[in-house]
């Protein structure tokens, strides 16, 4: 069964830093992989998809990369500003069914 | 201006009621979701449905209720058989099953 994790729950870096959010998976048979956004109380927002046979895709001062062999998905963002503060949530589809797996978030403060 | 629609925002539900929360899209997407959200947890699907008058379950569908008598609506009664209601509630849709699901901006449902 496909479980996705996002480690860590939480996280507050300056503003201006680079940083990483984490997201791993235990089943390598994917269709594609995406990364969300979430601001408080709010409905979700696709940042990036990435097909099983990407690397990376690029949007502004976001960058995904996917590994399937290893399970992981990493989310970089550049030069971080106080707007990016939301939470982040990634989501697998698996190649055996239409259903996506979440992860259960990663909550990002950026402090001024 | 297109996008998908939840309505209401909050909703309360006293014991034993049945209550509905509206789902309306005008994006011309075939697929349509309904999940669950609860704190520190990922996302749980309770329905899916690929085209009008059909619909499947999710991982969760006991106590919930839906139905897709057009391509733009697709409203979820929780009803009182649901014994753990309290959750926001978000709705999705997407040209098809395998595409990217596009988010409304959710109901939290609250129990008197």
């Known amino acids: 069964k496909q479980e996705v994790t996002q480690i860590p729950a939480a996280l507050s870096v300056p503003e201006g830093e680079n940083l990483v959010l984490n997201c791993s998976f235990t089943?390598?048979?994917?269709?594609?992989l995406q990364w969300f956004r979430q601001d408080p109380g709010k409905g979700l927002t696709s940042l990036l998809l990435?097909?099983?046979s990407q690397r990376e895709q690029t949007s502004g001062r976001l960058n995904a990369s996917l590994d399937k062999s290893s399970g992981r998905s990493t989310l970089y963002i550049a030069a971080s500003q106080p707007g990016d503060s939301a939470t982040y949530l990634c989501a697998v589809r698996p190649n055996s069914n239409y259903q996506l797996i979440w992860g259960a978030g990663t909550k990002l403060i950026i402090k001024p | 201006d297109g996008g998908i629609t939840q309505s209401p925002k909050y909703l309360f539900r006293k014991e034993g009621q049945n209550v509905t929360l509206s789902c309306e899209q005008n994006?011309?997407?075939?697929?349509m979701y309904w999940y669950r959200q609860d704190p520190g947890q990922g996302l749980r699907l309770i329905y899916y449905s690929q085209i009008v008058n059909d619909f499947q379950k999710g991982d969760i569908a006991e106590g919930y209720s839906v139905s897709r008598e057009k391509k733009e609506s697709f409203p979820l009664t929780v009803t009182s058989a649901q014994k753990n209601p309290t959750a926001f509630y978000l709705c999705?849709?997407?040209?098809?099953?395998?595409?990217?699901?596009?988010f409304g901006p959710g109901t939290r449902l609250l129990v008197l």
């Open positions: 999705a849709s997407g040209l098809g099953v395998q595409e990217t699901q596009y």
């Open positions: 089943d390598s048979a994917i269709y594609n």
């Open positions: 990435i097909q099983s």
């Open positions: 994006l011309n997407h075939d697929a």
